[in-house]
Protein backbone atom coordinates (compact mmCIF):
# COMPACT_ATOMS: atom_id res chain seq x y z
CA UNK A 1 0.00 0.00 0.00
CA UNK A 2 1.05 3.17 -0.84
CA UNK A 3 2.13 5.63 1.89
CA UNK A 4 0.13 8.73 2.52
CA UNK A 5 0.99 12.10 4.16
CA UNK A 6 -1.51 14.67 5.88
CA UNK A 7 -0.21 17.25 7.75
CA UNK A 8 -2.75 19.29 9.73
CA UNK A 9 -2.04 22.57 11.68
CA UNK A 10 -3.99 23.59 15.13
CA UNK A 11 -3.29 25.76 17.34
CA UNK A 12 -1.01 23.37 19.50
CA UNK A 13 1.19 22.95 16.84
CA UNK A 14 0.97 20.43 13.69
CA UNK A 15 -0.25 17.00 13.17
CA UNK A 16 1.25 14.66 10.93
CA UNK A 17 -0.70 11.39 9.32
CA UNK A 18 0.95 8.83 7.95
CA UNK A 19 -1.11 5.66 6.69
CA UNK A 20 0.40 2.91 4.28
CA UNK A 21 3.79 1.78 4.73
CA UNK A 22 6.30 3.71 6.39
CA UNK A 23 10.11 2.94 5.19
CA UNK A 24 13.59 4.72 5.16
CA UNK A 25 12.37 7.32 1.79
CA UNK A 26 9.14 8.24 4.04
CA UNK A 27 11.20 9.12 6.91
CA UNK A 28 13.60 11.98 4.40
CA UNK A 29 10.63 12.81 2.80
CA UNK A 30 8.98 13.88 6.64
CA UNK A 31 11.90 15.80 7.14
CA UNK A 32 11.19 17.89 4.30
CA UNK A 33 7.70 18.51 5.24
CA UNK A 34 8.61 19.81 9.36
CA UNK A 35 11.49 21.62 8.40
CA UNK A 36 9.57 24.41 7.97
CA UNK A 37 7.31 23.66 10.99
CA UNK A 38 7.81 26.34 13.93
CA UNK A 39 5.89 24.75 16.53
CA UNK A 40 5.89 21.03 17.97
CA UNK A 41 5.21 18.21 15.64
CA UNK A 42 3.04 15.38 16.12
CA UNK A 43 3.33 12.19 14.31
CA UNK A 44 0.01 9.99 14.32
CA UNK A 45 1.44 6.76 13.05
CA UNK A 46 -1.76 4.55 13.87
CA UNK A 47 -3.36 4.00 10.45
CA UNK A 48 0.61 2.77 9.06
CA UNK A 49 0.38 -1.12 8.02
CA UNK A 50 4.17 -1.74 7.82
CA UNK A 51 6.46 0.10 9.81
CA UNK A 52 10.10 -0.24 8.51
CA UNK A 53 12.19 -0.36 11.79
CA UNK A 54 15.07 1.29 9.53
CA UNK A 55 12.68 4.42 8.67
CA UNK A 56 11.96 4.85 12.10
CA UNK A 57 15.73 4.86 13.28
CA UNK A 58 16.30 7.44 10.41
CA UNK A 59 12.85 9.56 11.38
CA UNK A 60 14.59 10.13 14.67
CA UNK A 61 18.18 10.85 14.23
CA UNK A 62 16.97 13.27 11.16
CA UNK A 63 14.44 14.90 13.78
CA UNK A 64 17.78 15.36 16.16
CA UNK A 65 19.58 16.92 13.49
CA UNK A 66 16.88 19.33 12.59
CA UNK A 67 16.90 20.99 15.57
CA UNK A 68 13.05 20.49 16.28
CA UNK A 69 12.94 20.53 20.28
CA UNK A 70 9.24 19.30 20.57
CA UNK A 71 7.64 16.62 18.98
CA UNK A 72 5.90 13.19 20.03
CA UNK A 73 5.22 9.79 18.00
CA UNK A 74 1.68 8.28 18.53
CA UNK A 75 0.38 4.61 17.37
CA UNK A 76 4.06 3.00 17.34
CA UNK A 77 4.07 -1.05 18.31
CA UNK A 78 6.35 -1.87 21.12
CA UNK A 79 9.14 -3.11 18.90
CA UNK A 80 9.46 0.60 17.09
CA UNK A 81 8.81 2.05 21.46
CA UNK A 82 11.96 -0.21 22.44
CA UNK A 83 13.88 1.47 19.17
CA UNK A 84 13.23 4.79 20.37
CA UNK A 85 13.78 4.09 23.95
CA UNK A 86 17.24 2.09 22.16
CA UNK A 87 18.34 5.64 20.77
CA UNK A 88 17.90 8.03 23.48
CA UNK A 89 14.31 8.92 23.49
CA UNK A 90 11.89 8.60 26.61
CA UNK A 91 8.78 6.40 26.53
CA UNK A 92 6.22 6.62 28.86
CA UNK A 93 5.63 2.24 29.14
CA UNK A 94 1.53 3.33 30.01
CA UNK A 95 0.23 5.48 27.73
CA UNK A 96 3.40 4.44 24.75
CA UNK A 97 3.85 7.97 24.39
CA UNK A 98 7.22 9.00 23.43
CA UNK A 99 8.49 12.76 24.97
CA UNK A 100 11.41 14.72 23.73
CA UNK A 101 12.94 16.72 25.69
CA UNK A 102 15.21 19.47 23.64
CA UNK A 103 16.86 22.37 24.85
CA UNK A 104 15.15 25.23 26.67
CA UNK A 105 11.86 24.59 23.91
CA UNK A 106 10.05 22.33 26.48
CA UNK A 107 8.95 19.34 26.59
CA UNK A 108 6.15 18.08 24.26
CA UNK A 109 4.16 15.20 25.55
CA UNK A 110 1.37 13.14 23.09
CA UNK A 111 -0.28 11.84 25.63
CA UNK A 112 -1.83 14.86 27.23
CA UNK A 113 -4.29 16.02 24.78
CA UNK A 114 -1.86 16.05 22.00
CA UNK A 115 -2.77 18.13 18.81
Known amino acids: MPSSIDVVESPRGF ?3 L ?3 FARANA ?3 QEIV ?3 TGPVAFDFSQV ?3 DDLGI ?3 ARLL ?3 GISRFAFRGLRQRQLRLLRYLGLSVDELTGSITYHGGAGGMFHSA ?3 L
Open 57 to 59: ATL
Open 112 to 114: AGG
Open 15 to 17: LVR
Open 19 to 21: SGD
Open 35 to 37: SSQ
Open 49 to 51: REL
Open 64 to 66: AES
Open 28 to 30: FEL
